[in-house]
């Protein structure tokens, strides 16, 4: 069953006439084609109206929209003979993460990513794409895997964030993340990271450190929740709004920031109204951005990445303005 | 001027606490320290040289009120951020040294508390000297959003240059280790230790509380607790935080 957001009620609506009066014409044998360009017309027109000027707040919501494409249907979409593995080899199979080899564009790369579910469900089994320690564990073996056999690594960041309850904590939750975070810092491997969702916190980041932080259209990248952060400053979780807005968290905000390197456009209406459109925009900023990093040497390509990295968060000494180059 | 252990209830003098490097004299209860204590329990007397002492950040985004925070902080405390870094020796040898200070802004990771401890893990790199951070921090700061997160990466990826090039980083966890700073530089020591008591993890009490719904067993997210699920190498009364600091330095040192 589909979802709608408040903001694409209108849309939705004028959608549902325009099928309806479709097949009532089919059915009357009547020529209402005039009347339906004119709806059709007047459908492309709010669309754009709708999705050209979303609020972040909105697009928070769009990025956790229930029918947008996840990791898997993005690895199906862009890949050839996806073929997933499991396990840390230390706990267990965390299906809050997937990964695995595949193809793309006739190379063979590794793939992985935070999995949502698509149903209450399976939303249940995937723990709502929020990892325990096991599934950065088993991201970190296949990316060590890939740096091994000298293969890219392409991630799709999707996930509210690390799981927080008794078991995550007790298995060493910030251990997971740290040790992610250190050891692709320095992979011997170009690592393309795609932010396809929603980006939480620290349990997005353990699989979001690259040479390259594309974001998709209507995606969100962001330190805390926006209504987590509501709570904490303004004790008022409805505030979730004015948080949204002041953390900084679309992708338009984060390229102008120069926190991310790239922002993929989606199709009119979203990634969920038309998730191959979706996937072809982010099959050719891939593909670029791979060719790109492709002749670099290893070393010069840690050297490239720990420079980036480096550069974040523009510090000075108090009294001279200007900024200290890292 | 009279103090009352959080732990045991006990009223204490302030000079006796003092004299007692701020530890509860009936119960052992360990009081947050500043920064300042901090260095003067641990280093050398007169051997600390500071490093960026004046490198601060701006306020990346814009964030509400984050300024008025900041000089507030920066009144009480007397420092600039929330960590102080530089290097000093410890029973004569030589460190490079961070400590964070849980009054400011919960010793949270914002653009200079990263920046200064990349470049004590650079300055310690340079050097060859082994590296010491002193954790106390309630993780990335809010009010610089992405640009807090990304210091989680930043530091990671300087210790991890560090430790490629085999030169020791010791991380002292102390009460409380959470969030971003736990899930970056806190849990990436060579060797892990932390004070008796100190609150360590990823999420906060509260938080899991909430989420999960029961309360949480005795003892959760302490560092005896940590120590028994394999997550630090010990858990070291702070009488004896030289003295073990001393041991490690001398077996470490590159
Ligand atoms: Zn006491």
Redesign the interface.
Known sequence: MPTYLDFERPLVELEEKIAELTSFSQEKGLDLSEEIAKLRQRAEELKREIFTHLTPWQKVQLARHPDRPTTLDYIRLLCEEFTELHGDRLYGDDPAVVGGIAWFAGRPVMVLGHQKGKDTRENMRRNFGMPHPEGFRKALRLMLQAEKFGRPVITFIDTPG?Y???G????????A???N???M??LRVPIIVVVIGEGG??GA??LA?GDRILMQEHAI????SPEG?AS??WKDASRAKEAAE????TAQD?LA?G?IDEVVPEPLGGAHRNREGAAEYLRGAILRHLEELEGIPPDELCRQ??AK??R????????EREE?D? | MWVKCPQCGEILYHKDIAKNLKVCQKCNYHFRLTAQERLQFTLDEGSFKEFDRDLVANNPLAFPGYEEKLAAAREATGLMEAIVTGEGTIGGYPVVIGVLDSRFIMGSMGAAVGEKLARAAEAALAQRLPLLVFVASGGARMQEGVVSLMQMAKTAAALEALSQARVPYISVLTDPTTGGVAASFGMLGDVILAEPGALIGFTGPRVIEQTIRQKLPEGFQRAEFLLERGMLDMVVHRKQMRSVLVRLLRWYKS
Request: hydrophobic share 50%; net charge positive.
């Open positions: 690390a927080c309850g008794i995550a904590e007790e298995r060493g939750q910030s251990v993340i740290a040790q975070l250190a050891r810092s320095f916190s620290g980041l353990a450190v990248f962001s330190v805390i952060c904490i400053l002041a953390l900084k968290l984060l920031l926190l990445r720990y990295y480096r974040v968060g523009p510090t000075f000494y108090r009294g200290c890292a």
